[in-house]
Protein backbone atom coordinates (compact mmCIF):
# COMPACT_ATOMS: atom_id res chain seq x y z
CA UNK A 1 0.00 0.00 0.00
CA UNK A 2 1.01 3.40 -0.51
CA UNK A 3 -0.08 7.08 -0.27
CA UNK A 4 0.82 9.13 -3.76
CA UNK A 5 1.49 12.52 -4.11
CA UNK A 6 2.36 15.25 -5.81
CA UNK A 7 4.46 18.57 -4.83
CA UNK A 8 4.52 21.28 -7.64
CA UNK A 9 7.34 24.00 -7.01
CA UNK A 10 5.18 27.47 -8.09
CA UNK A 11 8.42 29.28 -8.37
CA UNK A 12 9.18 26.95 -11.87
CA UNK A 13 6.35 26.87 -13.38
CA UNK A 14 6.79 28.65 -16.36
CA UNK A 15 2.79 29.07 -17.27
CA UNK A 16 3.74 26.54 -20.71
CA UNK A 17 0.48 24.33 -20.04
CA UNK A 18 2.35 21.39 -21.30
CA UNK A 19 1.46 19.86 -18.63
CA UNK A 20 -2.08 20.32 -19.20
CA UNK A 21 -1.88 19.26 -22.75
CA UNK A 22 -0.10 16.32 -21.59
CA UNK A 23 -2.59 15.26 -19.27
CA UNK A 24 -4.93 15.75 -21.72
CA UNK A 25 -3.36 13.40 -24.47
CA UNK A 26 -2.53 10.67 -22.26
CA UNK A 27 -5.92 10.42 -20.97
CA UNK A 28 -8.24 11.00 -24.55
CA UNK A 29 -9.78 13.73 -22.48
CA UNK A 30 -13.03 14.73 -24.83
CA UNK A 31 -12.94 18.31 -26.29
CA UNK A 32 -13.66 21.27 -23.79
CA UNK A 33 -12.54 19.38 -20.98
CA UNK A 34 -8.98 19.68 -18.80
CA UNK A 35 -8.41 17.89 -16.30
CA UNK A 36 -5.28 19.75 -15.35
CA UNK A 37 -5.20 23.47 -15.58
CA UNK A 38 -2.63 26.51 -14.88
CA UNK A 39 -4.00 30.00 -13.35
CA UNK A 40 -2.41 32.76 -13.62
CA UNK A 41 -2.49 34.56 -10.32
CA UNK A 42 -2.16 38.12 -12.13
CA UNK A 43 -4.42 39.92 -14.34
CA UNK A 44 -8.47 39.41 -14.47
CA UNK A 45 -7.58 37.06 -18.00
CA UNK A 46 -5.04 33.66 -18.21
CA UNK A 47 -1.37 34.78 -19.21
CA UNK A 48 -1.94 38.58 -17.99
CA UNK A 49 -0.25 40.57 -15.49
CA UNK A 50 -1.57 42.19 -12.35
CA UNK A 51 -0.80 45.82 -11.17
CA UNK A 52 0.67 48.81 -12.91
CA UNK A 53 4.06 48.99 -14.90
CA UNK A 54 6.31 49.08 -13.60
CA UNK A 55 5.56 47.28 -10.85
CA UNK A 56 3.33 44.61 -12.71
CA UNK A 57 3.38 40.61 -11.26
CA UNK A 58 2.18 37.68 -12.95
CA UNK A 59 2.70 33.75 -11.59
CA UNK A 60 1.08 30.51 -12.31
CA UNK A 61 -0.31 27.95 -10.44
CA UNK A 62 -1.41 24.50 -11.88
CA UNK A 63 -4.27 23.40 -10.24
CA UNK A 64 -6.29 19.85 -10.57
CA UNK A 65 -7.84 17.30 -8.22
CA UNK A 66 -6.21 17.17 -4.65
CA UNK A 67 -6.61 13.56 -4.56
CA UNK A 68 -7.27 14.23 -0.72
CA UNK A 69 -6.38 12.13 2.43
CA UNK A 70 -9.97 13.12 3.97
CA UNK A 71 -12.15 13.76 0.37
CA UNK A 72 -15.53 15.57 0.65
CA UNK A 73 -16.40 14.29 -2.39
CA UNK A 74 -16.52 10.69 -1.57
CA UNK A 75 -18.82 11.10 1.45
CA UNK A 76 -21.77 12.09 -0.62
CA UNK A 77 -21.43 10.51 -3.37
CA UNK A 78 -24.62 8.50 -3.05
CA UNK A 79 -23.37 4.92 -5.04
CA UNK A 80 -20.04 4.90 -4.52
CA UNK A 81 -18.60 6.33 -7.81
CA UNK A 82 -16.18 8.38 -6.01
CA UNK A 83 -14.17 6.54 -3.74
CA UNK A 84 -10.72 6.87 -2.63
CA UNK A 85 -8.30 3.56 -3.97
CA UNK A 86 -6.53 1.68 -0.42
CA UNK A 87 -3.54 0.85 -2.55
CA UNK A 88 -2.82 4.01 -3.87
CA UNK A 89 -4.60 6.23 -1.81
CA UNK A 90 -5.60 8.27 -5.23
CA UNK A 91 -9.67 9.24 -5.47
CA UNK A 92 -11.02 7.76 -8.38
CA UNK A 93 -14.39 7.96 -10.53
CA UNK A 94 -15.84 5.00 -11.71
CA UNK A 95 -17.62 6.11 -14.90
CA UNK A 96 -20.19 2.74 -14.93
CA UNK A 97 -21.52 3.66 -11.31
CA UNK A 98 -21.44 7.61 -11.77
CA UNK A 99 -25.51 8.68 -12.29
CA UNK A 100 -24.80 11.97 -12.94
CA UNK A 101 -26.05 13.79 -9.39
CA UNK A 102 -22.99 15.98 -9.28
CA UNK A 103 -22.65 15.84 -5.60
CA UNK A 104 -19.10 14.99 -5.63
CA UNK A 105 -18.56 18.39 -7.72
CA UNK A 106 -20.83 20.06 -5.19
CA UNK A 107 -19.21 19.31 -2.06
CA UNK A 108 -15.19 19.23 -3.75
CA UNK A 109 -14.01 23.10 -2.53
CA UNK A 110 -11.40 22.99 -4.91
CA UNK A 111 -13.53 24.96 -7.43
CA UNK A 112 -13.15 23.48 -11.32
CA UNK A 113 -10.90 20.30 -10.79
CA UNK A 114 -14.05 17.96 -12.08
CA UNK A 115 -15.90 18.05 -15.42
CA UNK A 116 -19.64 16.86 -16.36
CA UNK A 117 -20.21 15.61 -19.71
CA UNK A 118 -23.29 16.87 -20.87
CA UNK A 119 -23.30 15.06 -24.04
CA UNK A 120 -21.76 12.41 -25.97
CA UNK A 121 -17.50 13.29 -25.73
CA UNK A 122 -16.50 14.69 -28.62
CA UNK A 123 -12.88 14.58 -30.49
CA UNK A 124 -10.91 16.71 -32.72
CA UNK A 125 -9.98 13.61 -34.55
CA UNK A 126 -11.24 9.93 -35.96
CA UNK A 127 -8.23 8.34 -34.03
CA UNK A 128 -8.60 7.22 -29.96
CA UNK A 129 -5.35 8.83 -28.09
CA UNK A 130 -4.30 7.58 -24.52
CA UNK A 131 -2.83 5.13 -22.92
CA UNK A 132 -3.80 1.63 -23.17
CA UNK A 133 -6.67 0.17 -20.74
CA UNK A 134 -8.08 3.68 -19.76
CA UNK A 135 -11.99 3.60 -19.15
CA UNK A 136 -14.21 4.91 -21.83
CA UNK A 137 -15.52 8.35 -21.71
CA UNK A 138 -19.33 8.82 -21.10
CA UNK A 139 -22.25 10.74 -21.50
CA UNK A 140 -23.67 12.51 -18.07
CA UNK A 141 -20.36 11.64 -15.62
CA UNK A 142 -18.12 13.59 -13.77
CA UNK A 143 -14.73 13.23 -14.78
CA UNK A 144 -11.21 14.49 -12.93
CA UNK A 145 -7.69 13.86 -12.98
CA UNK A 146 -6.47 10.29 -11.58
CA UNK A 147 -2.80 10.94 -11.42
CA UNK A 148 -2.78 8.64 -14.59
CA UNK A 149 -4.17 5.91 -12.83
CA UNK A 150 -2.93 3.45 -15.44
CA UNK A 151 0.69 4.77 -15.14
CA UNK A 152 1.39 4.92 -11.72
CA UNK A 153 -0.16 1.08 -11.09
CA UNK A 154 2.50 0.00 -13.06
CA UNK A 155 5.32 1.99 -11.38
CA UNK A 156 5.65 5.10 -13.55
CA UNK A 157 4.72 8.35 -13.31
CA UNK A 158 1.88 10.55 -14.07
CA UNK A 159 2.06 11.74 -17.80
CA UNK A 160 2.15 15.66 -16.45
CA UNK A 161 5.37 15.84 -14.68
CA UNK A 162 6.80 13.69 -18.20
CA UNK A 163 7.55 16.80 -20.50
CA UNK A 164 7.76 19.58 -17.65
CA UNK A 165 10.46 21.75 -18.98
CA UNK A 166 10.75 23.46 -15.96
CA UNK A 167 10.83 20.31 -13.83
CA UNK A 168 8.82 22.01 -11.03
CA UNK A 169 6.57 18.83 -10.51
CA UNK A 170 7.85 15.98 -8.20
CA UNK A 171 5.87 12.81 -7.56
CA UNK A 172 6.08 9.57 -5.25
CA UNK A 173 5.34 8.26 -2.35
CA UNK A 174 4.01 10.19 0.73
CA UNK A 175 3.94 7.45 3.08
CA UNK A 176 7.83 6.56 2.63
CA UNK A 177 10.04 9.07 4.39
CA UNK A 178 12.68 8.26 2.16
CA UNK A 179 11.08 8.96 -1.02
CA UNK A 180 12.12 12.38 -3.07
CA UNK A 181 9.03 14.22 -2.46
CA UNK A 182 8.99 13.27 1.10
CA UNK A 183 12.08 14.42 2.31
CA UNK A 184 11.49 17.58 -0.55
CA UNK A 185 8.61 18.37 1.29
CA UNK A 186 10.04 18.13 4.30
CA UNK A 187 12.80 20.68 3.69
CA UNK A 188 11.08 23.12 1.78
CA UNK A 189 8.13 25.68 2.53
CA UNK A 190 5.14 24.60 1.58
CA UNK A 191 1.39 25.22 1.07
CA UNK A 192 -1.36 23.30 0.50
CA UNK A 193 -4.38 24.51 -0.72
CA UNK A 194 -7.35 25.54 1.23
CA UNK A 195 -6.45 23.68 4.71
CA UNK A 196 -8.77 25.09 6.50
CA UNK A 197 -11.52 22.80 5.15
CA UNK A 198 -9.98 19.79 6.50
CA UNK A 199 -9.53 17.55 3.55
CA UNK A 200 -5.76 17.23 3.43
CA UNK A 201 -4.71 17.28 -0.27
CA UNK A 202 -1.90 14.87 -1.24
CA UNK A 203 -0.75 17.75 -3.47
CA UNK A 204 1.30 20.40 -2.02
CA UNK A 205 3.17 23.42 -3.44
CA UNK A 206 6.49 24.58 -3.32
CA UNK A 207 6.43 28.74 -2.21
Not at 174 to 180: I, T
Amino acid sequence: MAHYGMAIDLKRCIGCHTCSIACKQANNIPEGILWNRVLTNGGEAMDTAGGIWPNNHMSFQPTSCQHCENPACTKVCPVGATYKDPETGVVRQDYDKCIGCRMCMAACPYTGVRSFNWDEPGYAVDVTFGDEDLPTHQKHVVEKCTFCYQRITKGETPACMVLCPARARHWGDLDDPESAVSKLIRERKVMQLLPEKDTKPSVYYFV
